[in-house]
């Protein structure tokens, strides 16, 4: 079996398993309601969040209700939608070789911010929540950001308290361990996803989704 077959069989199989495309459906649809105004943003965040910690058990659940509220109104609020405001713009802000640096260094500003928002709200002890973010992120960005987890990070040999640049880096040599040009792996892949979705669960995911689905089962 090529490395090709092997991921098209993969998302196969994930998009079979109900729960799973259900997940990815009902977060897309959380993540396309934006906020109508700077005042609607901490609630907007707030819901995001949410979603991110029941759906996908990103370990955002350890967090008492108040600190998550501190989160969703403070520091983190303003630095998660200023990093939006930022990028909206950037046609070209999708994960690429040349945007690689800058993907990895707004990563580590949110996460960074997010520790910092722990802080404030009293929470000391030492958890990074790099998957939240991550998550978060891919959500919000879903051509720029992967996704990364303890199954991911197992399936793609890295450690997961290394660098997210690691994780970029994985996903940019996909094409050449493929023999694909990249705009050609993107097609492939998303074809892939659409034809296996459940009817009634079908939404329009990235390749990165859909590479990632691949990498959590087989890490799992």
């Known amino acids: ?19 799973y495309p259900a997940i990815d ?9 934006d906020p109508g105004n700077p005042q609607e943003r901490p609630s907007v965040l707030s819901m995001r969040m949410e979603t991110i910690n029941s759906l996908f058990q ?5 967090l008492k209700t108040p600190i998550r509220n501190n989160l969703a109104r403070g520091a ?3 630095s998660y939608w200023e990093l939006v405001e930022l990028r909206n713009g950037d046609d070209h802000y999708e994960l690429s070789d040349d945007r690689k640096d800058i993907i990895a260094g707004d990563y580590d500003k949110v996460l960074s911010a997010l520790k910092s928002g722990l ?11 790099r998957a939240f973010a991550s998550k978060l992120l891919h959500w919000t960005f879903p051509e720029t950001f992967p996704m990364q987890d303890k199954n991911s990070l197992k399936a793609m040999r890295l450690k ?3 660098r997210y640049g690691s994780v970029v880096d994985f996903y940019l040599t996909l094409g050449g361990k493929l023999e694909m040009q990249m705009s050609d792996l993107k097609k ?5 996803d659409q034809e296996s979705l459940p009817e009634g669960l079908k939404a329009s995911y990235s390749w990165i989704r859909v590479v990632d689905k691949w990498l959590w089962l087989k890490g799992k």
């Open 119 to 129: 802080e404030d709200a009293g929470y000391t002890k030492d958890k990074h929540f």
């Open 76 to 78: 983190f609020n303003r």
């Open 58 to 62: 990103s370990g955002l659940g350890f």
């Open 1 to 19: 079996m090529t490395l090709l077959n092997e991921i098209e069989a993969t998302v196969n199989e994930f998009n079979r398993l109900l729960p």
């Open 160 to 162: 997961p308290e290394g």
């Open 25 to 33: 459906f009902a977060v897309h649809k959380i993540f396309q309601i």
């Open 188 to 192: 492939k892949l998303e074809e892939i």
